[in-house]
Every structure is written in C-alpha cells, then in structure tokens.
C-alpha cells in the first residue's frame, strides 16, 4: 500500500508538470479539492518507519508547488490564498470553504470524508507540536526531515583485504531508476563465493563470517543511501515550496511583519537542525542555498529603498500621502517604512538578529574547507545579514543645508537601530575569536575563486563595523594583509594576460578587484592606512606593468564580456585611484608620506596618467570621464605638497620627478578651456550622450540620467582643476611678498561669450600646454558658472515645489516626468502615479542639488585664484620697461638655486617651462594698462551683483557664510583703487 500511494503521488506530479496535461489535470484535482485536503495530513506520520513516507510527502509538495504557481500566475488570488494560509498557519482551520475555479465556494465538497483523500492509512498531523509547540505546518514539515543518521560501521575482516573489498564493492554498483549506484549484494555474494570457492576446513567458517559481514555491510550502505535521497528529496521539496511562497505567490498576502516572523523561524529552524553534531553533511550541504534565500528575503523586508528613506527624511508632510504604497519589495506599504525607520523594527527583532548570526557563524566554523560551496553560500548569506545593519545615506535634495529636517528625519538620524545593531554584530563576531577570524582570511588568500571573492567582500563589511579594530589587527599580526598586497605582483601577470582580446576566464580580474576594494575599506581609517603604506601597498602597485597597459578607446559594441578598456578601466585602474584616494583622505593633506607614496605610484606610471589628462577622446562617453574624475582627484591631492617634491628630489632615483608632476600639472590646467560652462549651449545633449556610449537603444529617460551623470562628472573635474591652482596659490610657508602665480595677466578670455569660439586660446590647447593660461579664463569661468549656478537655482525651486505637492498634479502632468519604457500609464492607480513622479523628482532634485554644490564651491575658489592674480599684478608688480615673460623671468632668477641643488639638466629644463611656480617679476606698462582696462570690462558690477544674490540665496546659513561678500568687496577695492 505504501508503494501504490507513492506511485500515486508520482503520477499526479508528472501529469502536474508535463506542458500538455498540466492545466486539465490541475483544474480536475483543484475541482475536487485535492491538494488542500493532502496537506492537511502534513507532515505524513505512520506507525511504520517515518522515512517509508518521505517519498510520498515529497512528490506531493513538488505538486503543491507547480499549483501555487499556477494560481499565481493566473491571478487565482483566493485558491493561492486559502493554500498559503493552511501552510503558513499555526492553526489552520481544516473545515473552511474552499474556491473554485471562478472564485466562488461550493459548501458541498465539504462533506467529502478522509475517504476521499486517500490518507486513511495516515494519522492526521494537524495542529502540528514540534517540541509539544504548536508550529507552522511548513515548519512541522522541516521538522519531520531528519538530518541525523549513523553510516555504516567500517569493516573487521580476518581474512579479505578491505581495500580490495572496498574496490570490489565499488565495482558492483549499479544506479536504479532514481540514479542511485547501489551496490548489487547478490553480484558481490556470487564473486565472493567465487573467489574463496577452494578453501575448506577451518579457514572456510572465517571466510563464510566475513563474506557475510561484507554483505550485510553492503545492504546497510544501500539502506543508508536510499534513506538520504529520500530525505533530501523531501528537504528539496519542502525548499521549492518555501522559494514560491517567497517568490512567485502574490507579496500582498505576505507581507510586513509576518513576513519578517516568518523568515526568521524558517532561519532559526534551519541553522538548528545543521548545528546538531550527529547531523549529516550528505543532508546539511543543501540547506546553505536555502539560508542564503532566505536571507536575500529578509534583507529586502529590512532594508529600505533610498527613495522610500528619502521621502521620510526630507520632509514629513508628504508621508500621509504615499500611506498605502508599494514601496518595498517585501514589504508593499509605507506604513511598514515607517515602522522600520521611526519605530525601529531592527531593535525589535535584535535577540532575533543575533541568534540568526550565532547560528550562521557556527555553520561557516563547522563546515569543512572542501565544501566551497557551502562556504560560499554561508558567505554569501553573512553579507546580505550585515546589510541590514547598514543605513542608507539621504540624498541631498534641498538647495540650503538650512532646510529645516521633518520630525521623522530627526528620529531617523539619531543614533538608534542602525548603529546599535552594527555594534551588536561586531560584538558578535568578535565573540568568536581568532577561529572565525582565521576561517574567512585563510579563504580570502587561497580559497576558491568564488569564494574568494566573497570573503574578501565579508572582510569590507566587517571592518567597517569593527569599531575595536580587532579584525584589522588580526589581519595585520598575522600576516594575511602582507600576502594580500605581496599577491599584486603574481596577479599582474594574470591582469595582463586578461587585456587581450580573447582573455581566459576573467576570474583573475574580480579577484583583484575585490582585494582592491577590501583595501580602499581598510584605508578609510587613519589606523588602516597607515598599516597598509606600512605593508607596502603603494610599493607593490608601482612594481606592477599591468597599468602601462593601457588599451586605446574602442568604438565596438560591447557584448556579454566586457571590452579590453572596459576591464582595464573598472576593474583595475579605477579600485586602485579610489584606494589612492581613500589613503590620501585618512592621512590628510598635511601628510608628506602619504602623498610621496602615492606621488611614487604615479610618477611610475606618469605616461597611463599623461594620456588620460590629454583627454583626447573624439566623444566623451560616461566612463572616459569617470576617469578623467578620478585621475584629476589623485593628482590634485598628491602633487601639490612642497615636502613632497623635496623628498622626490633627494632620491637619486627620481631626479626628473618633479619635471614630471610639473607637467602633470600644466596638463590639468590645459583641462579648464575644456570644460568650462557655456551659457549659449549644453556640452552634450542627452542623444549625443547614449550615442557615445553606442547605448542608442536605451530609452529617453535613460539617455536623460546619462547626460545628467555626466554633467555632474564634468563639474567634478571642473573642481579638481580648481582645487589645484588653489592649492598651489596657498601653499604654506610662501613668504609675504611672493605669490603664486599660475596664470598670465590678460582678461581676453573674460568678455569672450564662449570659451571654445575662442581662436587665440583654442589653437594652442591640444599642441602646447606648457603655455600658461590667461587670468581671463578664470574671469570667464567665473562668470559663466555664476549664471549656470543662478539657472540651476531656479529649476530646483521650481521641482522642489512641484516635489512637496505631487498629490496636486494632474495626470498630464504627471506624464511629464516619465517617457520611455516608465511611461506613465492610465491604468496605473494615483497612489502608483505620485509615487513614480516623486521617485523621478527626487532623483533629479538630487542631481540639481549637487550640482549646486559644485558650482558654488568652483565660484568661491574662482574669486580666491583671481583675486590673488590681480592684487599681485595690480600692487606688488612694479611696471618694467622690457616685455619681458613672467615665467622666464622666474626661471632665469632660479638657476642658481637649482645649480646649488645639483640639479640635472632635464630637471631644469622641466621648471624652465612649467609655470606653476612662485614669481617675483613684474609687467610692463602696456601690459598693466590694458590688463586694468579689461579688468574693469570684465569684472563688472553685473557679475559682482550676481555673486552677491548667488550667496544671499544659496549659502546663507552655511558654514562659509560671507566668504563671497568678503571677496566681493576686497575685488570692488582692487577695481576702485588699482585701475582708475
């Protein structure tokens, strides 16, 4: 009978799946109420053995499954409803109603028997006790899967040798029909027989005891064989139901809170049964892919999108309207935000919290380094654990930091549930010691490639959550961090075999990529950064070639791999710009060794850099100016230090060093004619954006982020260049009487209406950029970025208005603000409407907003440089009679100083036209004279008065509050004083 029944359940599990019978079988068994009245028997329980039933329980499950999906799909809410009900109740009530196809109840079938059901021979396990507790019927069912069974004791033999008996029995095996290699005890009696066919007398009786523990040994073997396919099969039944009910019913009906009290006794149940040490890791390997499922589920209930975050933390007053909106993807109603972020959702699940991480971290202890893919599931699952802990940065969306935030942004920014839970799982982890701790390095250094990979990535994480550094210590004491950073050079040669056309496996290059990154977060530390220099980390990136390797911009479509300059860009010089970055941020500016060793790294690869900076592209594409940004934030930051440069000089080694970073330099300013705001026409409109990216095909909306990202980017740059001529003028320790002097004194540039028509200064961009600029281009970037930043202004207050009162738009709209493929549509609700609006508006106001911030910061650091330049020309400078350059003059008047320093010629060559340097000469008189006529032409009261309006309507309140003013007035008294 127990055959017969699991032949049954196979039956209809094969009718359920075959694309030609499914839907009449599903419809007839849905009819009489089939699989409502099976499950309410789960788990199966019989007097006979509980594994005899597993079979049945599985292909009844497996057949549930292709239901529930079925009634999903086709939008039979209340048959999906009624079965996830039964499975997911604690007590589920087996006389309800049940629907029918057209959704209607017939009280009829009701009356059906147990008969009916075909379960008589089973005992009813409804309500469920596990542990005499009553518990979910999904988790009565895990519970009935046993994950612990003894193998078989190894064989005694007196006379066989057992490894040849091993290698016979490994002979006779054979697979069944379910794919099983079972050994066939009979072959193996007969062969033995066979073998010992002449013995007699006394050795006949051991010969016969051992042949027949052989073959019982063999029996048992089998037994435990088929016993664990049979619970494994029930375990991956019971996983593709869990996996559709989180994924493929409709989320309304699970949702919020009982989503998230679900998810954790699943976890719980699950790192339970693996923890006991009798369980089977034949049955355990499995339930690693499920934690880590499940766990991907529980972040997304946890885990608040950014514009869900942002609408509650920028103002309160919009709220009330999106109550009710699908915002999360596991959790379909503001509401739940709102708990989460104001109430603390995390503070009431933390017991709940760590005894899920307790139980994971005891899983990666117990698993065995072999297993690398349950490793890399566990992985996998701890870092999607961690962040839930991380909290999501607001975007700024307000043009004045003195916004007044809503009473839910104060509650959210407190130091509350984020930073609690973030502590508690440090403590955590640190609980475990130097155990765990060696675990995840060891797997980091020489684990498998996947593995490797997300070991690394649980390495960021937890050092950003350790805030006793415990971890960072570890890594340093024991070595692990030395043989990461020694790796580089084993790893340049593999990097440089992957820029070929057709590279290996790429696994090479996300390896590199990720220690990359896991030392950018090692470096956000002062502590980090300087156990890092202190390692060499800088020493081993100057040794590697790979970044010579430079390929050339490819206009080719790219396909599933990425291109060679795509792989070159992201992911082997963009991780080691950002760790540059991140190392030079922790030491401060002020750190001569810090810069010196990133200064080494690029005056090593000084031509990777000097391409980048000629910014020759014939179209600029989103990644070409991703690195420019990056390139121009390293060189900015390293090579401006005085101390720096004397350390360079005192090394044999690197006498032409300084000649190089000059030209670095010289390099970056040739960039500011380049990128300068125009105020009669954009850079780029969006199409000329997507099609330098070959992205033609993408939507309007997406080739109107595009060219929005890459607007920021080019200010980006824009303000590294800034950034270095204000640092050069300020550099510490200038005496009085000199300056700084980067620029030539004319304001041509300054009355030009765009910058790029300009023949004079256009002629010599590309050929010659040891030609100083003129002080004029500073004028005119001043002037254009004041009326951009004026314009922005404008549109923000405008979106921003129209952001606080979307509920008051109407549909037309509302249409607005999406084309494309997010196309507002008319049978999306008006919650759906405002909330997509709000989404966009939100998005771009974020843009609008730190585009903002850019200009105004490239305004400021305008009128610092340019009021240097005319207080040093306008009152130091003493007229001269001969015309003589201000840059020969310097370098005519430093000879001797370089001489005295033993200077070599290329060196001095390099200073002689650099222009970069402090000068004390002066001008002639016709040049004074026309520079004052510009001056007053240019640096008008038009533009002084924007500036002022400029500050009045975006920086008061801030932290710089005045500065404008200041300059402003001390540029009236300059103009007043000097030129009349």
Not at 420 to 445: F, H, P, V, W
Request: proline fraction near 3%.
């Amino acid at each position: 009978m127990p055959k017969l029944a699991e032949l049954a359940y196979h039956m209809v599990y094969v009718l359920s799946t075959n694309s030609q019978t499914y839907g009449p079988t599903l419809r007839y068994l849905r009819m009489h109420d089939f699989f409502y009245r099976q499950c309410q028997h789960l788990p199966f329980q019989s007097q006979l053995s509980e594994d005899s039933l597993l079979m049945h329980q599985s292909w009844l499950l497996k057949s549930v499954v292709v239901e529930l999906r079925v009634t999903s799909v086709n939008r039979q809410r209340s048959h999906a409803q009624r079965m996830m009900n039964l499975l997911l109740s604690e007590s589920p009530d087996t006389q309800s109603k049940f629907a029918q196809m057209d959704g209607g109840f017939d009280p009829d079938y009701v009356t059906f028997g147990d008969d009916y059901s075909g379960a008589s021979h089973l005992r009813s396990a409804n309500p469920a006790f596990v542990d005499g507790q009553v518990c979910r019927k999904l988790s009565s069912i895990l519970s009935s899967v046993d994950f612990s069974f003894g193998y078989p004791g190894a064989l005694e033999l007196e006379v066989f040798s057992k490894a040849a008996v091993e290698l016979l029995m490994e002979n006779c095996e054979q697979r069944n029909e379910q794919g099983l290699a079972l050994c066939n005890v009979k072959l193996l009696h007969r062969i033995l027989l066979r073998e010992c066919s002449g013995m007699t007398g006394a050795q006949s009786a051991i010969i016969a005891r051992d042949i027949q523990q052989i073959c019982s040994n063999a029996v048992e073997r089998n037994a435990y064989k088929e016993t664990i396919y049979r619970r494994r099969q029930a375990f991956d039944a019971w996983r593709q139901t869990i996996e559709i009910l989180l994924t493929a019913c409709p989320l309304d009906l699970l949702d919020g809170e009982r989503r998230q009290k679900l998810l954790f006794e699943l976890l719980q149940d699950l790192l339970d049964k693996v923890s006991k040490s009798d369980a089977v890791s034949e049955l355990t390997s499995p339930v690693a892919g499920v934690i880590l499922t499940l766990m991907a589920h529980l972040t997304q209930c946890f885990v608040t999108p950014q514009s869900a975050y942002d609408q509650l933390t920028d103002h309160a007053q919009y709220v009330s309207m999106l109550d009710g909106q699908n915002a999360l993807p596991g959790s379909h109603d503001i509401s739940t935000i709102l708990g989460e972020v104001v109430t603390g959702s995390r503070t009431q699940y933390a017991s709940s919290f760590q005894v899920v991480l307790r139980g994971l971290l005891d899983h990666v202890m117990r698993s065995s380094s072999s297993a690398q893919r349950v490793r890399a599931y566990l992985y996998g699952a701890l870092l999607y654990y961690l962040e839930i802990a991380r909290k999501p940065k607001p975007l700024e969306i307000s043009a004045s930091a003195s916004v007044e935030r809503s009473v839910a942004s104060r509650l959210a920014n407190r130091e509350s549930e984020y930073e609690r839970l973030a502590k508690e799982n440090a403590d955590t982890l640190n609980s475990y010691g130097q155990n765990l701790m060696d675990i995840i390095c060891r797997d980091a250094c020489d684990g498998h490639d996947v593995g490797r990979m997300l070991a690394l990535a649980c390495l960021d994480v937890i050092l950003t959550d350790d805030y006793r550094q415990a971890w960072l210590n570890h890594l340093s004491s024991k070595g692990y961090l030395q043989h990461i950073i020694e790796m580089f050079l084993k790893d340049d040669a593999q990097l440089q075999a992957l820029l070929l056309p057709q590279p290996e496996p790429l696994r090479a290059l996300y390896i590199f990529q990720s220690k990359i990154c896991m030392l950018t977060k090692t470096a956000a530390t002062l502590h980090g950064a300087r156990i890092l220099l202190e390692c060499g980390v800088m020493s081993r990136l100057v040794e590697c070639s790979v970044f010579d390797l430079r390929p050339e911009p490819d206009r080719a479509m790219e396909g599933f791999i990425p291109s060679v300059l795509t792989r070159y860009r992201q992911q082997i010089l963009f991780p080691v710009l950002r760790l540059c970055l991140s190392l030079l941020t922790s030491f401060g500016s002020g750190n001569q060794f810090a810069a010196s060793q990133v200064l080494k790294f690029i005056v090593a690869h000084a031509d990777v850099f000097m391409s980048i900076l000629r910014d020759r592209h014939s179209v600029l594409t989103l990644e070409s100016l991703q690195e420019l940004q990056l390139t121009t934030a390293v060189v900015c930051r390293a090579a401006v230090d005085d101390g720096v440069e004397e350390f360079l000089l005192s090394d044999a080694v690197h006498t032409e060093s300084l000649g190089t970073i000059r030209r670095l330099q010289r390099q970056m300013f040739a960039l500011l004619p380049k990128y300068c705001p125009s105020e009669k026409q954009p850079k780029r409109t969006p199409e000329q954006a997507a099609g330098g990216l070959g992205l033609d095909a993408r939507s309007e909306e997406e080739r109107a982020d595009l060219a929005v990202q890459m607007q920021i980017i080019t200010e980006e740059i824009l303000a590294n260049v800034i950034t270095l001529c204000r640092t050069l003028i300020a550099k510490p320790g200038a005496k009085s009487k000199e300056a700084q002097i980067l620029f030539e004194p004319s304001l041509a540039e300054g009355m030009a209406r765009n910058l790029r028509g300009f023949e004079d200064l256009t002629g010599n961009l590309g050929n010659n950029s040891s030609r100083p600029l003129n002080l004029g281009v500073i004028v005119y970037l001043l002037s254009a970025s004041a009326h951009l930043f004026m314009t922005t202004l404008e549109s923000h207050k405008q979106l921003y208005h129209k952001y606080l009162n979307v509920a008051d738009m109407s549909t037309e709209v509302l249409k607005e603000f999406y084309v494309g493929e997010k196309r507002i549509s008319d049978k999306m609700s008006m919650q759906q409407r405002n909330q997509m609006v709000s989404q966009r508006l939100g998005f771009i106001l974020h843009f609008k907003s730190k585009e903002l911030q850019l200009l105004s910061y490239v305004i400021e650091n305008c009128m610092l440089i340019l009021w240097h330049h005319l207080e040093f020309f306008l009152v130091s400078c003493k007229p001269l009679d001969a015309k003589t350059s201000l840059l020969r003059r310097y370098a005519t008047n430093q000879m001797r100083k370089l001489n005295d320093a033993s200077m070599q010629e290329a060196a001095f060559d390099a200073m002689e036209t650099g222009g970069v340097d402090s000068c004390v000469g002066g001008l002639s008189q016709d040049q004074l004279m026309q520079l004052k006529r510009e001056a007053v032409a240019c640096i008008n009261e038009t533009l002084l008065k924007r500036l002022e309006e400029m500050e009045k309507c975006y920086t008061s309140g801030r932290t710089r509050f005045g500065f404008v003013t200041a300059m402003v007035r001390r540029l009236r008294r300059l103009l007043r004083l000097h030129t009349l």
